[in-house]
């Protein structure tokens, strides 16, 4: 079993940063994939970036050059850096993990609660 906590989320004015952080523990290893999803009222859940093993990063084509996501493996804790942020980006934001390469689909086996980010304008 995985236990993913999430924090960092906020509010936030438009072109405003936030940093969220995922807290890692139980069966983890520097095998699991993790990523970031995010999800709207009334929308599905969106993937916004993953890294794997190797520290290799996908970022979705909404956030690239705005988000960037990082792990610190020591610590068991995964960051997703959001800048330049936008009303759009208003969203419940979960982390999830597992050893299998889902990439940005939602098919991962360990989930987090999530944490909320509302950007005003």
């Known amino acids: 079993q995985v236990q993913l906590v999430e924090s960092g989320g906020g509010s936030v004015q438009a072109g405003g940063s936030l940093r969220l952080s995922c807290a890692a523990s139980g069966r983890t290893d520097n095998s699991y994939y993790m990523a970031w999803f995010r999800q709207a009222p009334g929308k599905e859940r969106e993937g916004v970036a993953v890294v794997d093993h190797d520290d290799t990063t996908t970022v979705a084509d909404s956030v690239k050059g705005r988000f960037a996501i990082s792990k610190d493996t020591a610590n068991n804790t995964l960051y997703l850096q959001m800048n330049s942020l936008k009303p759009e980006d208003t969203a419940m934001y979960y982390c999830?993990?597992?050893?299998?390469?889902?990439?940005?689909?939602?098919?991962?086996?360990?989930w987090g609660q999530g944490t909320q980010v509302t950007v005003s304008s």
């Open positions: 999830a993990a597992d050893s299998i390469d889902w990439g940005l689909t939602p098919q991962y086996n360990y």
